[in-house]
């Protein structure tokens, strides 16, 4: 049975930080892509970030415009565990984010739970 249980999240003042985290078991985690994404009321659901998985060129991330500079997407692959960093945090950052993993070939993909952050001004 695959999971994704994400933690962190909550209340913070703009300018504030945060890091959400996303521990996964019942897959091959190391191989997988892994993302985030954020969905705001009303609102179509985005990536904000994203990491490859497997080995050599795994490791690579990208980045919403919205967030670059701000946010960092990072993996252990000894915890099956993503995080994402967010610093330096606005209003509009408010939102439930979501992480998620891509499997590269098959392209099957699983969500966490989501968690809500919330930024006050």
């Known amino acids: 049975q695959v999971q994704l249980v994400q933690s962190g999240g909550g209340l913070v003042q703009s300018g504030g930080s945060l890091r959400l985290s996303c521990a996964a078991s019942g897959i091959i985690f190391s191989i997988y892509n892994m993302g985030w994404y954020r969905q705001a009321p009303g609102k179509q659901r985005d990536l904000v970030a994203v990491?490859?998985?497997?080995?050599?060129?795994?490791?690579?991330?990208n980045y919403a415009d919205s967030v670059k500079g701000r946010f960092t997407i990072s993996r252990d692959n000894a915890k099956n565990t993503v995080y994402l960093q967010m610093n330096s945090l606005k209003p509009e950052d408010t939102a439930v984010y979501y992480c998620?993993?891509?499997?590269?070939?098959?392209?099957?993909?699983?969500w966490g739970q989501g968690t809500q952050v919330t930024v006050s001004s």
């Open positions: 998620d993993a891509l499997h590269p070939i098959t392209r099957t993909n699983y």
């Open positions: 990491i490859t998985g497997g080995s050599g060129s795994g490791g690579r991330t």
